[in-house]
């Protein structure tokens, strides 16, 4: 059985989920999933998928990098699961932190720095960059 | 006729005295291969060159160190009929050595430092682009970690975790 054959329902799900910028790939015997998703609910699905074919994602035959489509300028909501999310001077763990937003907390995304690291403002003004995997479009 | 056989007598002593001399004077481009010979045979001097004008080896070109432009003038001067040396070498130590990394391996490792950052209990190694993940965790925080880490973008991600 290919790869794309192991995680045809997932690879599916992404094609119907409204992604835009989908490629699936394989690589060095990796299956490569990339694109943007509308929103982290769609995120969660297809990854609640992937441990659906493949438990606990132990087969390490998938790079899964799926992520939420945020324009700059709008408005984010924090997804920590529980703790609060540092906002940071820079963009990098070893910056001191300058704020930091609750779980759940709407924020504005004001430009995206890189990948990894977005500058935000939070509802009391205070401006840093966050992690963006902590991140995600309000719907 | 007689005064013809001194002519000839002063041509034959004068064509040899030239030829002589001609003979005892040793050409420069010849030194100067032969000087080239002799540097040939030492790697250090490979960067040298070497001329010659009138007996005088001048040599230019660049060398590791000190002890080295000393050894390859004296080889010039060793040669036979080398009247003098001028020793125009440059030194210019070597650079250092720089152990090769893959970037991609660093940046990948300077990333998983904020990637990892809330789970301290996962370990990861980086290699030709491979994340391996080592440790243990939560099951609710795996998809989490893993999105976080495929956000890096890996050739794989070796999932070597233990579920708490």
């Known amino acids: 059985m290919t790869l794309q054959e192991k995680y045809t329902e997932l690879i599916d799900a992404a094609k119907i989920s409204g992604a835009t910028d989908l490629q699936v790939f394989?690589?060095?015997?990796?299956?490569?999933?990339?694109?943007?998703?509308p929103?982290?609910?769609?995120?969660?699905?297809?990854?609640?998928?992937?441990?659906?074919i493949d438990p606990n994602f132990a087969s390490s035959d998938l790079v899964m990098n799926v992520n939420t489509v945020v324009t700059e300028g709008g408005k984010v909501k924090v997804i920590t699961k529980g703790s609060n999310l540092n906002i940071r001077k820079g963009p990098g763990t070893d910056q001191p932190i300058v704020g930091k937003?609750?779980?759940g907390e709407i924020i504005t995304l004001i430009s995206k720095a890189n990948d990894l690291w977005w500058l935000v403002r939070t509802i009391?003004?205070?401006?840093?960059?966050?992690?963006?995997q902590y991140l995600e479009p309000v719907v | 006729m007689k005064k013809l056989s001194l002519f000839t007598l002063l041509a034959i002593v004068l064509t040899v005295a030239i030829g002589f001399s001609s003979c005892k004077k040793v050409k420069d481009s010849d030194l100067q291969t032969t000087i080239s010979t002799a540097l040939a045979a030492n790697p250090d001097a490979s960067d040298v060159s070497v001329a010659v004008e009138k007996g005088v080896a001048v040599l230019s070109g660049t060398v590791k160190d000190e002890a080295t432009s000393l050894a390859v003038a004296a080889i010039a001067k060793a040669v036979k009929n080398v009247k003098s040396v001028a020793n125009n070498l440059t030194i210019v130590p070597p650079a250092p050595q720089i152990p090769l990394v893959n970037p991609v391996d660093e940046a990948l490792i300077s990333a998983l430092k904020d990637a990892l950052k809330d789970n301290s209990s996962v370990m990861s190694s980086v290699k030709d682009g491979i994340?391996?993940?080592?440790?243990?965790?939560?099951?609710?925080?795996?998809p989490k970690l893993l999105q976080k880490v495929s956000a890096l973008k890996p050739i794989k991600i070796d999932n070597q975790l233990t579920i708490k």
């Open chain 1, 26 to 37: 394989e690589q060095s015997s990796v299956l490569h999933i990339e694109g943007n998703v």
């Open chain 1, 39 to 52: 929103s982290g609910e769609v995120k969660d699905q297809l990854w609640a998928i992937y441990d659906k």
């Open chain 1, 124 to 132: 009391d003004g205070e401006e840093g960059y966050s992690y963006a």
């Open chain 2, 131 to 142: 994340i391996t993940l080592t440790g243990e965790i939560k099951k609710q925080d795996l």
């Open chain 1, 101 to 103: 937003a609750a779980n």
